[in-house]
T-cell receptor
């Protein structure tokens, strides 16, 4: 158990819909990272927040957005969903802002768009 | 665009055999990490290599960082069925240290060790 929790574990929805994925980092960790893992693209970095502020952006679509709240939990919002958004979404946390530090990954949310 | 290429993508071996997984890039990384991921779970960090030429050992696993910091390898000696899983290398880029970060992952090597 990494100490990072993600809910829900599974999510099935239809094209065009909007969903919210939730992540609670390890106690004391200030950085939260979001990743998308699909069979054809592998594990792709989406976005990072540090203590409530966006710090780094990767290949995140404009239909996707994220935020980190004062209690440090984070949410990833995916809207106007397409079939190709079906993937595993992972949240990771680390103590400091640098990605060179160890990142602890949650169990992931499996999103299926029908 | 920084890319990490892992090879092989799939590896199926018998218990007791040795194997090596390679992670190559044309880009320089400040450090490189190796993760292992099991089905239904998130990746778990195995090791971070920082210095060019560095070799780290974790029981039967040996990790090496290339002299030019562009490549790395993972060698497993006498593989066991418990080594089965997806092995991912991830590069940490120059310039992002302490400024917010992202890991650039390779596509992964799916290892299956048969009894």
């Amino acid at each position: 158990d990494s100490g990072v929790t993600q809910t829900p574990k599974h999510l099935i929805t239809a094209t065009g819909q909007r969903v919210t994925l939730r992540c609670s980092p390890r106690s004391g960790d200030l950085s939260v990272y979001w990743y998308q893992q699909s069979l054809d693209q592998g594990l792709q970095f989406l976005i990072q927040y540090y203590n409530g502020e966006e710090r780094a952006k990767g290949n995140i679509l404009e239909r996707f957005s994220a935020q980190q709240f004062p209690d440090l939990h984070s949410e990833l919002n995916l809207s106007s969903l397409e079939l190709g958004d079906s993937a595993l979404y992972f949240c990771a946390s680390s103590a400091r802002t640098s990605s060179g530090n160890e990142q602890f990954f949650g169990p992931g949310t499996r999103l299926t768009v029908l | 665009t920084q890319l990490l290429e892992q090879s092989p993508q799939f590896l199926s071996i018998q218990e007791g055999e040795n194997l090596t997984v390679y992670c190559n890039s044309s880009s320089v990384f400040s450090s490189l990490q190796w993760y292992r991921q099991e089905p239904g779970e998130g990746p778990v960090l195995l090791v971070t290599v920082v210095t060019g030429g560095e070799v780290k050992k974790l029981k039967r696993l040996t990790f090496q960082f290339g002299d030019a910091r562009k490549d790395s390898s993972l060698h497993i000696t006498a593989a066991q069925t418990g080594d089965t899983g997806l092995y991912l290398c991830a590069g940490v880029s120059w310039g992002v240290y302490n400024q917010g970060g992202k890991l650039i992952f390779g596509q992964g090597t799916e290892l299956s060790v048969k009894p």
